[in-house]
């Protein structure tokens, strides 16, 4: 096959003096970062609805790009052939993963058997090209969103069938992310949610849900599935409320339904901002409850109020993320998938190259960043001061259940007062977090 992206050959790492846009300015793949390389921390994986099968279209206007290797068509043999495309993207740009949901690869057909043979042929290709060229798949999902069948919901939708076809369609696709040797499977609960309260049971929905994410984990037991399951939360879009809304609710329906075992977060920047909530809290809250699992790597757009899934080149962010992954051991199935597209008005092949290689760069600062502050210690050390009096004397008795109510009461009548605690020293900490920047 033609090469897709003439012109443009291997990025490789240059430094910060490099004149060449199409070079890595801080990505580094082998340098070693506390004693892991760079490419091991980051795991970067590319999201294949984006980049190749996003087209520039919005609510508001048709496609915008082209994509000159593509006839148009809804055919297997045109789905095969971007596989081509995307394998060079990934090999030229260096990232080790993608990930996909099973429309994106491969033409719905006219019936359920008639998709899963299309997905079959295109796993096949799919198979190949990671043999040729040792990307491997991060994770796979279903799209369980697109199809007008899904318009109330797809586990959470009124009508049995759309269930009974939503799982179905999970199961094969967990088949095939099983084949291409996919560390992980998310869900993401497109319009698992509702338009209005008037026509909705949010009981008896979510516990559909619930049964439906245990069938999916008996599925994966059958099968011998060892991946690791993740759910996505987003609170809103295209839903007015989606139930995995944030990583608490996540984490409080999980125990609800006996799935704490089985399933991750895979937490989304914009997803999180969404919520109301900043991306690191949604990291920190995931890590404190031990299912932080991957991340959707992208941010949104401080002026608008939807999911604008931009490329995430704010270094401050990527610096806490990262963090916070290295403070809690860093990636083990997961890793940064950059859910995110090129604008509507990037309409040059080389925009795509731009948008990843500024990701990957502004996590490879990011990455460096956490390091160093992690070696310089006043952060953690600071944190720890703060919570001193809990590790000794009474406060570490009330944690371990030696206290009762009353033996609170007499120790603070006797003692009479007490203080608040030392200085927050909120200011002084966000000027200590600048000096790395
Ligand atoms: C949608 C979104 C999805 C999931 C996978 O907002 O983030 O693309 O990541 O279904
Ligand atoms: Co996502």
């Known amino acids: 096959m033609a090469e897709a992206f003439r012109g443009i050959s291997k990025i490789r790492f240059e430094g910060p ?3 060449n846009r199409l070079s890595f300015k801080h990505y580094n793949p082998d340098e070693i970062v506390e004693g892991k390389k760079m490419s091991e921390h980051l795991r970067f994986s590319v999201a ?13 206007g048709s496609a915008t790009r082209t994509m000159p290797w593509d006839d148009g068509s809804n055919s297997v043999a045109n789905a095969i052939n971007r596989v081509k495309v995307a394998f060079e993207f990934f ?3 260096g990232v080790n993963f993608y990930c996909f949901h099973d429309r994106d690869v491969a033409p719905e057909g006219e019936t359920l058997a008639e998709s899963n043979r299309n997905l079959d042929e295109v796993a096949k290709a799919l198979k190949d090209e990671q043999a040729r060229t040792g990307v491997k798949l991060l994770w796979g999902t279903a799209n369980l969103f697109s199809h007008p069948r899904y318009m109330h919901g797809a586990a959470t939708a009124p009508n049995a069938d759309v269930f009974a076809f939503a799982a179905a369609q999970v199961a094969k696709a967990m088949e095939v992310t099983k084949y291409l ?6 869900f993401w609960g497109g319009r698992e949610g509702y338009k209005t309260l008037l026509n909705t049971n949010i009981k008896r929905e979510m ?11 008996e599925h994966k037991r059958q099968i011998g599935f060892k991946g690791q399951f993740y759910i996505e939360p987003k609170p809103k879009e295209p839903t007015r409320h989606q139930y995995d809304s944030d990583a608490a609710a996540c984490w409080a ?4 339904h006996g799935l704490t075992k089985d399933f991750k977060l895979n937490i989304e920047a914009n997803h999180a901002t969404l919520a109301g909530h900043s991306f690191i809290h949604e990291l920190q809250y995931a890590c404190g409850m031990g299912i932080l699992g991957s991340v959707d790597a992208n941010r949104g757009d401080e002026l608008l109020g939807w999911d604008t899934d931009q490329f995430p080149t704010n270094v401050l962010e990527n610096a806490m993320c990262m963090l916070t992954l290295l403070d809690n051991g860093g990636f083990k199935t997961g890793g940064l998938n950059f859910d995110a597209h090129v604008a509507r008005e990037s309409t040059d092949l080389a925009d795509l190259f731009h948008a990843h290689i500024g990701g990957m760069d502004a996590f490879a600062r990011g990455l460096k960043i956490a390091a ?16 001193a009096s809990w590790d000794k004397g009474m406060g570490k008795k009330i944690e371990t259940g030696k206290m009762t109510m009353s033996d609170l009461a007499q120790y603070m009548l006797k003692k009479g007062n007490c203080d608040a605690n030392e200085s927050g020293r909120v200011e002084l900490l966000e000027n200590i977090v600048n000096e790395y920047l």
């Open 372 to 387: 160093a502050i992690r070696k310089d210690g006043t952060l953690k050390d600071m944190l720890k001061s703060r919570y």
């Open 48 to 60: 294949y609805w984006h980049t190749f099968r996003g087209t520039g279209a919005d609510p508001f």
């Open 91 to 93: 090999e030229k740009l």
């Open 17 to 19: 003096k490099s004149k």
């Open 253 to 256: 329906f999980l125990q609800n």
């Open 181 to 186: 040797g996919g560390s992980g499977y998310t």
């Open 207 to 217: 516990d559909h849900l619930g049964r439906f994410l245990q069938l999916a984990v």
